[in-house]
């Protein structure tokens, strides 16, 4: 067409001349489409679709006007730290990054204003519910912790950011936390309510495996004929083995020359 424009200059020139303007009113449908991006598409304030599909393509040539690129590569997002107070009222401090991408681009562009600030607000803002949800210590057992369900907790958070970016056309595909602490202003006390509990732990475990040495030692001198205790006898080599077992020392070893009765 262009060039019949050119030839019809030399004919017949208003002709040549409408021919060329419709050309250079033609070129302007051509749109290319880089890998893994998209072009959305407005006809005189209408959406009329959106090209996805790399490589030269042809449009309606008045939708020039208005096309919106749009990237639909995997995009990260590493939020600040900020301070929240936990389920039991503790305040914390937690970060996360988020690995999301547009998979909408026509709800990306007209269904919120700044899809990229849109998620970095609602980010935050999940990251914040997700805090004040769950306590940050496992202090019953049968609850579920920040510190001690990772796997339970990053599910959640990401159920729930899901939840508020569907508007937005944009899919979250990883969420993970990058720093999850106490606060400064108590982190000092929580760090040796965390050493006791700790102790009391390893007591119970010290206890336990104590006991059962008492029991396995008792039976076995029972079903010998090495000894025969009574039950004044069992019960001082029972607080012996406890201390010698439990004790964070080393026992110091005493000879005794007499008996139990004297």
Not at 81 to 96: L, T
Not at 123 to 144: F, I
Not at 194 to 204: F, K, S, V
Not at 217 to 238: F, H
């Amino acid at each position: 067409m262009l060039a019949a424009g050119v030839v019809l200059l030399f004919v017949a020139l208003p002709a040549g001349v409408v021919v060329l303007v419709l050309a250079a009113f033609g070129l302007k449908g051509f749109v290319f489409v880089q890998p893994n991006s998209s072009r959305a598409l407005i006809l005189f304030g209408r959406y009329t679709g959106t090209v996805t599909a790399p490589g030269p393509w042809w449009v309606n040539p008045f939708t020039t006007f208005w096309r919106v690129t749009v990237s639909l590569r995997v995009r990260n997002f590493q939020s600040e730290r900020i301070k929240v107070n936990d389920a039991s009222g503790n305040p914390i401090e937690i970060a996360a990054v988020v690995v999301w991408r547009v998979t909408d681009t026509a709800k990306a562009i007209f269904d919120v204003d700044d899809f990229e600030r849109y998620v970095v607000v609602q980010s935050e803002t999940a990251l914040r519910q997700l805090a004040s949800t769950y306590p940050y210590d496992d202090y019953d057992a049968a609850a579920v912790s920040l510190r001690g369900n990772a796997g339970e907790v990053l599910e959640s958070l990401h159920a729930e950011l899901q939840a508020r970016l569907q508007t937005a056309g944009i899919e979250v595909l990883e969420t993970r936390l990058t720093h999850l602490a106490y606060a400064a202003e108590i982190a000092e006390v929580m760090l040796r309510r965390q050493q006791a509990e700790a102790i009391l732990a390893a007591r119970r475990t010290m206890v336990a495996g104590a006991v059962g040495i008492v029991q396995m030692a008792l039976a076995q001198l029972a079903d010998s004929d090495l000894v025969e205790l009574d039950p004044e006898r069992k019960a001082a080599m029972v607080s012996n083995l406890m201390v010698v077992l439990s004790g964070d020392h080393a026992p110091m070893p005493v000879l005794n020359t007499g008996t139990l009765y004297t």
